[in-house]
């Protein structure tokens, strides 16, 4: 597979404030000079964010030149919630979503009218035909819900039945959980792409935190190295970049159709790991 055949795509979060915003601005003129295939933007638990995603989306399609997609989460939404959403994105020339279930704060009670990802994929395919490509989230190191692995690979699989278009996985820092995932799609008939998701390592106690919520699991090994860099910043930093380049080569020499960066709204990281891999020439 060639560079041309694979989808770079950079992700960010609706920014709150006006400093967040121009920040934001800044980030993404950087990012799109490597013409990455879109920007996507996350969506709040609950909805919380539902009108800054929307403008931020609308704001990256109508002042960019890159696609942009946003996210959208089902899990606290009724169907009429969701067809506006999709009219209002469907009326700015957005093509493409990242359809999710999205996680409940823990106390909140739950009034939705969608149970899983697999039935907004549903809806959307009813609702709106072919005009969306829609992107479903991949768990190579298992959904912390799951009950097992294989149920966790079998619901995958409903989000691809039911009109997915591709996938994006959660991140991981071990390239043979990802390969082995893909392979035990394909043994289920899954061929969609499966693009990586890439967090670059900046912040070793923030990591740590995201990690622990969203079950991606950090080696031992590396917890105890970022851990070693103490206040060293620059030097976890670097060594961040190391990792993760090295990482990103095994996944893009072993077959992985693109990679997808989790930003946090920060363009330097991805950056240097674009350039250690050359993929731009
Ligand atoms: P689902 O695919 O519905 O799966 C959730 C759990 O339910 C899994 O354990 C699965 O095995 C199980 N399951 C699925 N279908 C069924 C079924 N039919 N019957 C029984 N069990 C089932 N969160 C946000 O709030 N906003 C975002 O913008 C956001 N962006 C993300 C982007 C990516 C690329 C990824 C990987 C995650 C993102 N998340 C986001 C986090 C995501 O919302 C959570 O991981 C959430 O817990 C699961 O969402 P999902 O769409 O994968 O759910």
């Given amino acids: 597979m060639t560079n041309a055949d694979r989808t770079y795509s950079f992700e960010f979060f609706p920014p709150k404030t006006d400093k967040?915003?121009?920040?934001?601005?800044?980030?993404?003129?950087?990012?799109?000079?490597?013409?990455?295939?879109?920007?996507?933007?996350t969506f709040g638990a609950g909805g919380s964010t539902r009108d800054r995603t929307f403008e931020t989306v609308v704001d990256i399609q109508e002042e960019t030149s890159i696609d942009a997609a946003p996210h959208l989460s089902c899990i606290d939404s009724t169907r009429d919630n969701i067809a506006g959403m999709l009219q209002g994105y469907h009326?700015?020339?957005?093509?493409?979503?990242?359809?999710?279930?999205?996680?409940?704060?823990?106390?909140?009670v739950v009034v939705g009218e969608f149970r899983y990802a697999n039935e907004l994929v549903s809806y959307i395919r009813e609702t709106t035909g072919d005009h969306f490509h829609i992107e479903v989230a991949a768990y190579p190191e298992i959904h912390p819900q799951a009950n097992s692995a294989r149920d966790d690979l079998i619901n995958f699989k409903r989000?691809?039945?039911?009109?997915?278009?591709?996938?994006?996985?959660?991140?991981?820092?071990?390239?043979?959980?990802?390969?082995?995932?893909?392979?035990?799609?394909?043994?289920?008939?899954?061929?969609?792409?499966?693009?990586?998701?890439?967090?670059?390592?900046?912040?070793?106690v923030q990591l740590a935190r995201f990690s622990?919520?969203?079950?991606?699991?950090?080696?031992?090994?590396?917890?105890?190295?970022?851990a070693d860099f103490g206040d060293d910043?620059?030097?976890?930093?670097?060594?961040?970049?190391?990792?993760?380049?090295?990482?990103?080569?095994?996944?893009?020499?072993?077959?992985?159709?693109?990679?997808?960066?989790?930003?946090?709204?920060?363009?330097?990281?991805?950056?240097?790991?674009?350039?250690?891999?050359?993929?731009?020439?």
Wanted: charged share 25%.
């Fill in 20 to 41: 967040g915003v121009d920040n934001l601005k800044a980030t993404r003129a950087k990012l799109a000079k490597l013409k990455p295939e879109y920007f996507s933007c």
């Fill in 212 to 226: 622990e919520m969203c079950g991606a699991e950090i080696p031992r090994w590396l917890r105890k190295r970022l």
């Fill in 159 to 204: 989000k691809i039945d039911a009109g997915a278009n591709s996938a994006i996985t959660q991140y991981f820092y071990n390239a043979d959980a990802y390969f082995r995932f893909v392979d035990g799609c394909r043994d289920q008939g899954v061929d969609i792409p499966i693009i990586p998701g890439i967090m670059p390592i900046t912040n070793y």
């Fill in 91 to 108: 009326d700015k020339g957005i093509q493409r979503l990242v359809a999710l279930r999205g996680d409940i704060p823990s106390g909140t």
């Fill in 233 to 281: 910043m620059d030097s976890l930093k670097a060594f961040g970049i190391d990792v993760v380049t090295e990482m990103c080569r095994q996944l893009l020499d072993g077959g992985a159709p693109g990679l997808h960066f989790y930003t946090l709204n920060q363009a330097s990281a991805s950056i240097k790991i674009w350039d250690n891999l050359s993929l731009s020439d």
